[in-house]
């Protein structure tokens, strides 16, 4: 059974950067599209970012587009996602999974705080 572990997520001031990890069991980042996504208090779980590690081919939701980074080591069974010039909107838990079928059980996530 693959697991996610999301980190790296914290408190960090407007303009600020985060870089998220998240750790799977399991060599699947090279076998699937993987996303992160992000769920905001009181609001749905929204698509952040995406990538198909084998064909190197990304995809940004338009609120992150220019600030964000996804990336995977395959070697560590790693995803990342790289945050910078944070906005207060980013404010999130976030999660990973692969996409567009989430085939595994969602992991705790990490919270991001961005403040004003």
């Known amino acids: 059974q693959v697991q996610l572990v999301e980190s790296g997520g914290g408190l960090v001031q407007a303009g600020g950067s985060l870089r998220l990890s998240c750790a799977a069991s399991g060599g699947i980042f090279s076998l699937n599209r993987m996303a992160w996504y992000r769920q905001a208090p009181g609001k749905q779980r929204d698509l952040v970012a995406t990538i198909t590690s084998g064909y190197g081919t990304t995809y940004y939701a338009d609120s992150v587009k220019g600030r964000f980074t996804i990336s995977t080591d395959n070697a560590k069974n790693t995803l990342y996602l790289q945050m910078n010039s944070l906005k207060p909107e980013d404010t999130a838990v976030y999660f990973c999974?692969?996409?567009?079928?989430?085939?595994?059980?969602w992991g705790q996530g990490t919270q991001v705080t961005v403040s004003s």
């Open positions: 999974n692969s996409y567009p079928t989430t085939k595994w059980a």
